[in-house]
């Protein structure tokens, strides 16, 4: 099975920047989709963001739009979550996926591979 690992959360101050590393490890086709969701404690697993296989698309979720960018270097096997202007609402653990196919998608669901996690604290 194709793993994942997140890195880069950490304890920062609302209007700072983070970025999250996705380093994927085992056999992957550079063609599938990727994406970031995020789950606070007590809720649900929320959508942010997700790249398409080849990297021309992507997708955000509104409460992340224009502050967040997602991205992907699949000779490294990576994918990043670039987040600016960071609220308390944005606390949360930050999940990357991977799916098998190439668009992106908004739904947990349509994604098979999944990291451990990276804690995103945002304090005001």
């Known amino acids: 099975q194709v793993q994942l690992v997140e890195s880069g959360g950490g304890l920062v101050q609302a209007g700072d920047s983070l970025r999250l590393s996705c380093a994927t490890s085992g056999r992957t086709l550079s063609n599938n989709a990727k994406a970031w969701f995020r789950q606070a404690p007590g809720k649900e697993r929320e959508f942010v963001a997700a790249?398409?296989?080849?990297?021309?698309?992507?997708v955000y979720a509104d409460s992340v739009k224009g502050r967040f960018t997602i991205s992907r270097d699949d000779a490294h096997k990576m994918v990043y979550l670039e987040m600016n202007s960071l609220k308390p609402t944005d606390t949360a653990v930050y999940f990357c996926?991977?799916?098998?196919?190439?668009?992106?998608?908004?739904?947990?669901?349509?994604?098979?591979?999944w990291g451990q996690g990276t804690q995103v604290t945002v304090s005001s």
């Open positions: 790249i398409s296989g080849s990297g021309g698309t992507t």
């Open positions: 996926a991977r799916r098998r196919f190439t668009t992106a998608t908004m739904g947990p669901a349509d994604y098979t591979y």
